[in-house]
């Protein structure tokens, strides 16, 4: 059972900076990308940022500049530092792991719950 368990989200300021965690858990053999999705009411899930095994990363373009997405692989774990936050950044922010189980399985994409981001005065 692999379980990514997020952490980090809140409310802040425009111009703040938040940073989140998503921690992959469970029987875990392998971890390829991973990344971070984002979904505001009434839109659809997008793609914020990714980050391969090696390390080489993806961003969306409104956030490129403002956003770091980083990995620990002894921990298996991704972050996603925000900073120079915008109220069109409010959403709901999931982590994604691309797992290898045990040897013997296939890839398979997991998911965290949700984290609330909420940018606003």
């Known amino acids: 059972q692999v379980q990514l368990v997020e952490s980090g989200g809140g409310l802040v300021q425009p111009g703040g900076s938040l940073r989140l965690s998503c921690a992959a858990s469970g029987s875990i053999f392998s971890i390829n990308a991973m990344g971070w999705y984002r979904q505001a009411p009434g839109n659809q899930r997008e793609l914020v940022a990714a980050i391969t095994s ?68």
């Open 54 to 121: 090696g390390g080489s990363t993806n961003y969306a373009g409104s956030v490129k500049g403002r956003f770091t997405i980083s990995r620990n692989n002894a921990k298996n774990t991704v972050y996603l530092q925000m900073n120079s936050l915008k109220p069109e950044d409010t959403a709901v922010y999931y982590c994604t792991a691309n797992i290898r189980a045990r040897v013997a399985n296939p890839l398979y994409d997991y998911w965290g719950q949700g984290t609330q981001v909420t940018v606003s005065s």
